[in-house]
């Protein structure tokens, strides 16, 4: 059984008792317990249920490789699944219950699928989906749906907040071992600003638990000096539970702080994101020991042996009081060795080398531990516990076995250098072959815009095995991190360590060599997955050659685990399948995070009523103080009307539609995008943008422009004015600024980086009103300043002056089809000048209209809405645009897309215009009805309503529609369907309703 040992346990505070919940059972730890420590502590070996097969599972690991013991954690709005025990720290109050199973953790029914395991080996959902046909929808798709998951989602509003946090330094450094604070230390000694974040409570690593000596000091008292060190110095920024969640692009990482995990009722954010740009980045991330492939592996008490000395070290656990520990390295008599001098049984060490004689066996044997050579594991004994192993030779089949009674097996199958974080970003591996492991290639590193280096790793996380090594590493790569960041390192060496004489460790990849095909069906590779030996095989033989075919086809590796303990055994037992060498088969790749992290983390504070930022134009409290109906336009609030008192939204909106044709209507237009192009190549980049010429646009004139994405399809549209020779302002719509914006710089940053040109969007630093109606002329005329007559400032140009004393920007143009100007001021005047607007313009009748008297006047002037007569299967060509696609130019976004047959077809729905016989309003989205059915026995149809609207200037309704063949079929009368059934008829007719000869914008 598993105990407390007395006079140990590191990490814990026994003045400090907690009481905790498991399967709603009280139990009892200390604070510093982990609740894999504290559970062990009570004798709770069985944690869960394995994923496919149901088998019982308890913890093996004591980081965050566990692949096991994952359990649902708290309760109400403080619920989340899949938290791993191992790395949860214990409070008082905790709350957890195991998942997978029903109806108990002790009697799961689940079970019965690990009796007939034959019939569910690898791959046994993906055939499923194709023999019998038939059976997929009403037989395996509502089990397998039903099966899927880990853990039950959470059902009420999270109760915590979560932040993010940006963070700018020279050195960043991912791991807080011995490694990890020596790299620190050497960049931080020559001024360089260095961020140290370590994933656990704790400094020191795995040196301190297996009693390194650093410097001629015990390394606990090394760790506390440097430490103590680096807090002193003003340029480094130190962290614990933050671990590095991701290594990207330009020295962009992210870390992830779990802040109040062990603290749940402290005032501050649970899990904080730090966003971190980094000069240089340093992974000192350690190694992760792996598990041997045996029979029975997976029953709880089969534990790697560095998690079993771990709980003895650091917790004071006792994971059994009998144990028998099997390695192919010296590492794992460490562990044999501290059992022992804890008053602990150790039976026998299994070594599958042959001949074994080097400093740590000897000091085993020395304590009277028996060590058998060339021996193998044929099978664990027990269910839910162990209970005793069968012991065979190495080189044999797993016959003549000899059983050995034990409570606890303690693996170790060699390190794996945690290479995760190196190779997000591309950095590439070499596999050392006297480790049996994949390392860091130096010469191979993950590269910047300058095609240098930007990750180092150092310690073990580098390959280098033994503390002295360690050291050095580290210390290299804290110095050359510092000098690439632009700083002069210190000239002075890296600790002195005591060396250990440590002989290879062989690589074993089944226990034994020639296990019977009966033995390699319960040897697991991959806990969490139920992955087997034979699985793996299987998956070779029926062809799946690829590493990463395999993993998608067995799920080796897969979910929350992503290979951590699974990986390199998987990748050998595939290689060995294919009969070739391990490096050809290669690794699956590495995806951040690298270990999960909160939902929470990832949105922050948006949520709630931030969930996105609610932008305002400048003019917006004048809105709300007018009574104005807003709508949401993009992360914009804009009028959608001005209602006055008693009138209906409808009502507002036709008498702004006939105040602005008769009168004088303002209109703010601020929330439009504005995007300012320059540079040399300015206009040979807008070229590539739009589908019509910019780069011959003249300064001082505007062109209106269609802008499509490489699928062809139409995305936005607006006016582009030149400002000068080198420098354009390009319009966007209101809700496409920000996507605009990235799409300019995804492609100068991608495919045109050497193109001299530089993008920025100032939507917000500018207000824009847009000044329309017969009576706009003479409203700015009265308030005084440059000249706006049509001489002066023609249709489509634009001009710098002042107006009314408040500098302006006027462009004229119009979306309305009436005499128009669209002015912009600074920001920060824009307020005012709206409220001088308003007081010279109340003689000729100034009246604010909304968004939807915008879009009605646009609708009978015939022009298009983005968002409207586009849904992103849209092409210019099917709105009548073609005047707006450029001839003269070899190439745009979306040019060759719209050669395509398909985008070519003489069948696509064309724009026209559509009125109903009664002067009725067609519903938005009606389809027009066609004769006959499809193959799916729905109507056919030959159209559709893109845009509709009651007409105040026309008095009756209008719309826009896509008809197939609809310009050639003027006149023409078809029937659109209606929710009811009912249909209404309604005319083919020009889609420009009003001023056809636009005389109206050209006075």
């Known amino acids: 059984m598993s105990t407390r040992i007395p006079n140990m346990g590191r990490f814990l505070n026994k003045a400090a008792p907690v009481t905790f919940t498991f399967n709603g059972q009280s139990l009892g730890g200390y604070q510093g317990d982990t609740l894999a420590s504290a559970l062990l502590a009570n004798d ?380 997000h970003c591309g950095g590439k591996l070499n596999w050392v072959e006297d480790q049996a492991h994949f390392a860091p290639d130096p010469k191979r590193p993950p590269t910047g815009a300058d095609g240098q280096g930007f990750v180092l790793t150092a310690g073990i996380a580098s390959g280098a095995m033994d503390t002295p090594e360690v050291l050095k590493d580290a210390h290299a790569a804290g110095k050359s991190a510092a000098k690439a960041a632009g700083f002069t390192p210190k000239r002075v060496g890296p600790p002195k360590a005591r060396p250990t004489d440590e002989a290879l460790m062989a690589p074993v990849w089944i226990m034994p060599a020639k296990a019977t095909p009966d033995l390699k069906t319960k040897m697991w590779l991959d806990f969490q997955n139920d992955v087997k030996v034979s699985d793996v095989q299987l998956a070779a033989r029926e062809g799946y050659a690829s590493v990463e075919h395999t993993k998608r086809y067995t799920t080796l590796g897969m979910a929350t685990d992503q290979g951590k303990l699974s990986n390199i055994n998987g990748l050998a037992v595939l290689s060995d399948a294919l009969g070739q060498p391990i490096p050809q088969t290669g690794t699956t790749t590495f995806r951040p995070p690298y270990t999960p992290i909160s939902m929470g983390a990832i949105a922050g504070e948006a949520r709630g009523d931030i969930f996105q930022p609610l932008r305002r134009s400048p003019m917006h409290d004048w809105h709300v103080e007018q009574g104005a109906y807003m709508e949401p336009v993009g992360q914009w609030r804009r009028p959608y009307c001005y209602p006055r008192d008693g009138e209906t939204h409808a009502q507002a909106v036709a008498r702004e539609v006939n105040n602005t044709r008769n009168n004088l209507g303002l209109l703010d237009a601020s929330t439009l995008g504005k995007i300012i192009v320059k540079g040399p190549d300015a206009g040979r980049f807008l070229d590539m943008l739009y589908t019509n010429m910019m780069s011959n646009l003249k300064p001082g004139r505007c062109r209106y422009g269609l802008m499509c994405n490489e699928n062809g399809f139409l995305m936005d549209d607006g006016v582009v004015a030149r400002i000068d020779n080198d420098t354009f302002l390009c319009h966007t719509t209101s809700g496409g600024a920000d996507h605009i914006h990235a799409w300019m710089e995804e492609w100068l940053q991608t495919e045109w980086w050497d193109w001299k040109v530089y993008v920025a969007n100032v939507t917000e630093q500018f207000a824009q009103v847009a000044v329309v109606g017969p009576n706009a002329r003479k409203l700015l005329e009265k308030l005084g300043g440059m000249d706006v007559s049509k001489e002066a400032l023609t249709f489509m140009g634009w001009a710098d002056g002042t107006i009314g004393g408040f500098d302006v920007r006027v462009y004229r143009i119009s979306f309305s089809g009436e005499l128009s100007y669209e002015i912009a001021v600074p920001a920060s005047q824009g307020r005012a000048f709206w409220d001088a607007l308003h007081a010279a313009g109340a003689e000729f009748g100034a009246m604010a209209y909304g968004t939807e008297a915008l879009h009605i006047m646009r609708a009978e002037k015939g022009f298009i809405m983005i968002g409207d007569e586009t849904d992103g299967t849209v092409i210019p060509q099917d709105l009548g645009l073609h005047w707006a696609i450029s001839k003269k130019k070899d190439d745009f976004l979306g040019k060759r897309a719209q050669q395509r047959p398909h985008m070519a077809d003489p069948n696509r729905w064309q724009l026209v215009g559509l009125e109903t016989l009664d002067g009725s309003t067609l519903p938005d989205g009606a389809y027009a009805l066609a004769e006959g059915e499809n193959a799916n026995g729905q109507r056919n149809m030959q159209g559709r309503v893109t845009s509709t609207y009651h007409s105040p200037t026309l008095d009756r309704g209008i719309a826009l529609g896509l008809v197939l063949h609809g310009p050639e079929r003027m006149g023409e009368v078809i029937e659109f369907g209606l929710v009811d059934g009912t249909t209404v008829p309604a005319k083919i007719v020009d889609p420009v309703f009003y001023d056809k000869e636009g005389e109206k914008q050209n006075v």
């Open 44 to 423: 709770q070996m069985l944690m869960g249920r394995s994923f496919k097969y149901h088998r019982p599972r308890g913890v093996v690991a004591s980081g965050t490789e566990e692949p096991n013991a994952l359990v649902n954690m708290g309760q109400g709005a403080r619920f989340e699944p899949n938290q791993r025990t191992t790395t949860t720290e214990l409070f008082d109050g905790l709350s957890a219950t195991s998942q997978n199973h029903w109806p108990s953790l002790n009697f799961d029914v689940g079970v019965v699928n690990n009796y007939v395991s034959r019939f569910l080996p690898a791959g046994f959902y993906y055939k499923t989906f194709m023999f019998p046909r038939a059976a997929w929808k009403h037989v395996f798709e509502p089990i397998v749906r039903q099966s899927a998951g880990l853990g039950k989602p959470p059902k009420e509003r999270d109760a915590d907040r979560y932040e993010h946090f940006y963070f700018f330094t020279d050195v960043l450094v991912v791991g807080g071992g011995i490694a990890g604070l020596q790299a620190a230390l050497a960049a931080a000694q020559s001024g360089a600003k260095v961020l140290l974040i370590e994933q656990t409570a704790h400094w020191g690593g795995r040196a301190l638990v297996d009693g390194a000596e650093i410097d001629g000091k015990p390394a606990e008292d090394w760790v506390a000096d440097t430490l103590a060190t680096l807090q002193a110095m003003d340029n480094v920024t130190i962290r614990t539970r933050t671990s590095g969640a991701g290594v990207y692009d330009h020295g962009y990482a992210l870390g992830y702080e779990q802040i109040t995990d062990h603290a749940p009722d402290t005032d501050a954010p649970r899990h904080r994101l730090w966003r971190i740009r980094a000069k240089q980045i340093i992974t000192a991330t350690g190694a992760i020991e792996r598990s041997l492939s045996f029979a029975g592996n997976d029953i709880p008490g089969v534990m790697l042996a560095s998690a079993v000395r771990d709980y003895l070290v650091n917790w004071g656990v006792a994971v059994g009081q009998r144990t028998v520990v099997v390695t192919n390295n010296d590492d794992a008599y460490r562990t044999a060795i501290a059992l022992k001098q804890a008053g602990l049984d150790v039976p026998a060490i299994i070594d599958a080398r042959p001949l074994v004689d080097s400093d740590l066996p000897n000091q085993a044997r020395a304590l009277g531990i028996e060590v058998r050579e060339g021996r193998a594991i044929a099978r664990v004994k027990g269910g839910k516990r162990v209970t005793g192993v069968d012991v065979c030779l190495q080189d044999g089949d797993g016959g003549a076995r000899e059983e050995i009674k034990c409570d606890c097996v303690a693996m170790s199958g060699g390190f794996s250098p945690v290479v995760h974080l190196w190779s």
